[in-house]
C-alpha cells in the first residue's frame, strides 16, 4: 500500500470533512429536521401519560424492536416467539444462537430505555454496550467488547437470513481502534456543543459506525441500540414507545441502498452522506408522527370507561356499523352502546351516517 493511499484511508472524522459531508445537503432534508423537532415539542407538551399505559407500550416496543432488529441480520424468531421466550418458555424450533441473541438484545435495550439518563456515551460504553449485547452468544465469547481483529465485509441480507451480496468493505482491522476513538470523540463533543444540529450528527455517527463495522459481530444491532440511546439524549424521548427498529426492518432495502451511497463517498473528494440522511430522517420523521398519534389514543383511554373504550376500539377496526351490530359483536347493553356513541360523536372521534334506526358510525 502507498503512503498515498494509507493517509487517505486514515482520514478521521473531523469538523472540516464533517462540514464538507453536509455543505450540500438539500432544503428536504432541512425542512424534515423541523417538522420532527414540531412534533418533538408536541409529544413533550402532551405527553402526560398514566404510568400504566407507559408501562404497556414498553414492553410491547421490547419485543418489537427485538424482533425486527435481530430479523434484519438473520434471525427468524417472530415477535410472539421472542414474548415467549422472554416469559422464560422454550421455543424449540429455534437455534441456541437466535435465542441467545434476541435475548442478548432484548436486555440492554430494556436497560437503554429504563437508564438513558445515566449512561454517558463515549468509546467505552460502546464497547460495554457489545459485550452486553453478546453475553450470551456462545460463539461470540471470544471477542466481546472487543474490536475485530481480522476484516469484515457487510453483506445485504434476505428474509431466510442468507446473504445475497456484499454491500461495501470495511474499514481494516488495524485502523479500526483509532478510527472509533477519533469518531466517539468527534460525536460526543460535537453534540456537547451543539454547533450542528444533533440529528445531522447522529446520522453521521451511525453511517460510519457502519462503515467502520469496528465489531466481528453484532455491529448492525448495536447501531441500532445506539440509535435509541443517542436520540433520548438528543431529546427525542418518546423512543421507548415507537419501534425506531420495526420502521428500519420495515423499509430494508431502501435502508441498505442509503447506506451504501453515502459510505461509499467517505474518504473520497466528494463526501456526502446525504442519502443516508435522507432515509434515517424519514424513519425519525415517521416515529415522531406515531409517537404524536398515541397521545391522542391515550386521551381517548383517559376519558372513556372500559365499556366505553371496547367500543371504539371494535369501531376502530371496522369500516362502518350499527348500534345493533355494536351490541352483538361486543356483547354490550343498549344503553351503554348509545352513551359512547354520544361520547365518541362530542370527542368527533366518529360521524353519524343517516338518521333514526337505519343510522350508521364510521371512524373519522
Not at 409529544?43 to 404510568?51: K, Q, T
Not at 445515566?118 to 466481546?144: C, I, M, T
Not at 457487510?154 to 485502523?175: C, K, N, R, W
Not at 408522527?289 to 367500543?311: H, T, Y
Request: proline fraction near 2%; charged fraction near 30%; aromatic fraction near 8%.
Amino acid at each position: 500500500m502507498s503512503k498515498n493511499t494509507n493517509k487517505t484511508t486514515e482520514k478521521h472524522i473531523t469538523s472540516d470533512n464533517f462540514s464538507k459531508r453536509i455543505e450540500n445537503i438539500p432544503a428536504s432534508i432541512v425542512s424534515k429536521i423541523a417538522k420532527i423537532d414540531e412534533l418533538k415539542g408536541r409529544w413533550i407538551s402532551g405527553a402526560r401519560l398514566s404510568p400504566q399505559v407507559l408501562g404497556r407500550l414498553k414492553r410491547s416496543v421490547l419485543i418489537t424492536s427485538t424482533g425486527a432488529s435481530t430479523r434484519i441480520e438473520g434471525s427468524r424468531l417472530s415477535d410472539a416467539d421472542i414474548e415467549k421466550l422472554m416469559r422464560g418458555i422454550n421455543v424449540q424450533k429455534f437455534t441456541n444462537r437466535d435465542k441467545q441473541e434476541v435475548k442478548g438484545y432484548y436486555e440492554l435495550l430494556e436497560n437503554v430505555f429504563n437508564s438513558w439518563k445515566g449512561l454517558k456515551f463515549n468509546e467505552s460504553l460502546v464497547k460495554h454496550f457489545h459485550k452486553e449485547l453478546l453475553k450470551y452468544a456462545e460463539k461470540d465469547q471470544g471477542h466481546r467488547g472487543e474490536y475485530k481483529k481480522g476484516e469484515n465485509k457487510v453483506h445485504m441480507i434476505d428474509e431466510a437470513g442468507q446473504s445475497i451480496g456484499i454491500l461495501f468493505d470495511t474499514s481494516p482491522a488495524y485502523l479500526t481502534p483509532g478510527q472509533m476513538c477519533d469518531l466517539t470523540d468527534w460525536t460526543q463533543k460535537a453534540l456537547k456543543e451543539n454547533k450542528y444540529h444533533p440529528l445531522l450528527v447522529i446520522g453521521n455517527f451511525l453511517v460510519e459506525f457502519l462503515k467502520i463495522h469496528p465489531f466481528s459481530d453484532g455491529n448492525g444491532r448495536l447501531s441500532r441500540v445506539l440509535t435509541n440511546l443517542l436520540l433520548l439524549h438528543a431529546g427525542y424521548q418518546y423512543m421507548p414507545y415507537v419501534s425506531h427498529e420495526k420502521l428500519v426492518e420495515d423499509n430494508k432495502p431502501d435502508y441498505y441502498v442509503s447506506l451504501r451511497r453515502s459510505q461509499k463517498t467517505i474518504g473520497s473528494k466528494e463526501e456526502s452522506i446525504t442519502a443516508w440522511l435522507d432515509f434515517f430522517l424519514d424513519i425519525v420523521l415517521k416515529q415522531s408522527q406515531m409517537a404524536v398519534e398515541l397521545l391522542s389514543k391515550e386521551n381517548i383511554e383517559k376519558i372513556l370507561s372500559e365499556k366505553q373504550l371496547i367500543i371504539w376500539q371494535y369501531i376502530e377496526k371496522i369500516k362502518e356499523t350499527s348500534t345493533g351490530d355494536i351490541i352483538k359483536n361486543t356483547r354490550i347493553a343498549r344503553p351503554t352502546v348509545k352513551q359512547a356513541l354520544d361520547v365518541l360523536l362530542k370527542l368527533k372521534k366518529i360521524e353519524r351516517i343517516g338518521l333514526g334506526r337505519s343510522s350508521r358510525y364510521r371512524k373519522i
